[in-house]
């Protein structure tokens, strides 16, 4: 007798082929026979009749390490057929410890939650911490490289030593020991922004050891997009490494249209035998933090140390200046091909009436200039504002999305509509990316067949991710597995009320076990963290 049978359902395995009418059997964690299975017995059994069967989703580039140790429910990626997220992206992860990471899970948990009083050394203890509290996906982890250099030489602008970038590589021996899957960079943020790239090589020759991924939140995304582009792909040549560029796109009305030109760079380097590969999320916004708008100079050495130079008359006119018209050597990432009507604030704690509102409006609000406003907005929060930033072409989404060496990934975090985690107004990305895909650019806009765009959330991040027995609908794969109706799947999230789950998803397997029923979380936490192990694979 198996133990879940999901019955007369169109099964689209995750390979980018067709689908096929099919019963998929579950047994234990695992898919036991794909077919037609008639009067087969079953303790439960889904009726998938109209419906589409596929593998669970895989978020290749997410921000949950924190949230899931809060909540470990995952509702939003859940509810969106997500069933793995990987974690710990843009140079930013939880282990090593640093004070840093430290005080963003204080401000995130509950007060009386254990977690304000928990200590941590590795990415190894988080691990064993999430397992501990239990979870309702799979996770796998990345280890940041800004918190590696933070670990090891504090938030500094400058080159490491050459005992500090030993440290660093036996910091990052010992978290790939423990099962991480790769390194992230984040060049846009300190103090990843403070190395350059023989740095970065250094730190991938390491990776080589151990076939592990390098994954980049690139240097630049506006006009010193293909340049950024170039140095991922050349640490990967140098080190001799696989590249994952994150979040590919081209921002900033003037780099509108260099969707083709990033793509060529990737196709080249891939003939020139550089193995380099890209995820995206569905939007034409990005998210970030406020600091990112700051010169480098001004962060350096962290929070405190930038709360001062805004409290220098002399440097607060300086940052200011600079935040428009760049530094040398930094035209400003964010600002490129931007105005400040097309950056909105997603969440500031002193005042969250203003979240939602664009900088632009809250100037006019505060009767001062817009740069002066987000100086005014740091201080207030002490650093801690997230911003979404319309910057995106729809015509480079929808270039992008079709080239298939694009996989999907959220760039969000696992968050829910009620508790700790309903806080702001975060970017949609984090409850709707996955059915935004399936709704509005399989069914409406018809950017990719149904196949496609399945392969793009499954069967390619499984590969990416050296994954043997997940991503795809298989025998003796393990029963990961979303069921989703594909008239209706959509995103119900929208940039002034986020956190509104998606609809179409109706069940949502995880190791064999219902999280979602009938589109309903169950409460169930079967999800595992996947280490490297000795196969040579996440397991």
Known sequence: ????????????????????????????????????????????????????????????????????????????????????????????SPGPWTAAVERRLRRLAPPDDELQRWRWQSTGDVMAK???????????????????????????????????????QELLRRELEQGALGLSTGLIYAPSMYADTDEIVALAQVLREYGRLYT??????????????????EVGRQAGVPVQVSHLKATGRNNWGRAPELLSLIERARADGVDVMADQYPYVASSTTLTAVLPPWALSGGTEAMLGRLADAEQRALIRRQITE???????????????????VASFAPNPSWEGKTIAAIAEELGVEPEETVLRLLEAAAGDVAIIRFAMSEDDVREIMRHPLVMVGSDGSSLAADGPLARGKPHPRSYGTYPRVLGHYVREERVLSLPEAVRKMTGLPAHRLGLKDRGRLVTGYKADVVVFDPSTVDETATWAKP?????????????????????????????????WGASGCPE
């Open 1 to 92: 007798m198996y133990d879940l049978l999901i019955r007369g359902g169109e099964v689209i395995d995750g390979s980018g082929r067709a689908g096929f009418q099919a019963d998929v059997a579950i047994e234990r964690d695992r898919i036991a026979a794909i077919g037609q299975l008639g009067d087969a017995p079953a303790r439960r059994v889904i009726q998938a009749r109209g419906k589409v069967v596929a593998p669970g989703f895989i978020d290749i580039h997410t921000h949950s390490e924190l949230p899931l140790l809060v909540d470990g429910r995952a509702m939003s990626k859940v509810m969106q057929g997500v069933t793995l997220e990987v974690v710990g992206n843009c140079g930013t």
């Open 130 to 168: 999430l397992e501990e509290r239990g979870v309702a996906l799979n996770v796998a982890f990345l280890v940041g490289h800004g918190t590696l250099r933070t670990a090891v030489m504090g938030p500094e602008q400058r080159r490491p030593s050459l005992d500090e970038l030993r440290a660093m």
């Open 216 to 233: 980049s939140h690139i240097r630049g995304e506006g006009d010193t997009v293909a340049q950024a582009v170039a140095e991922a792909i």
């Open 326 to 344: 760049g530094a040398p050597d930094w035209p400003n990432p964010l600002m490129s091909g931007c105005t400040f009507d097309d950056i909105v």
């Open 499 to 531: 956190h509104r789950y998606p609809v179409g998803i109706d069940w949502v397997v995880v190791n064999g076990v219902p999280v979602v029923a009938e589109g309903r979380h169950t409460g169930a936490r079967p999800g595992r963290v996947l280490r």
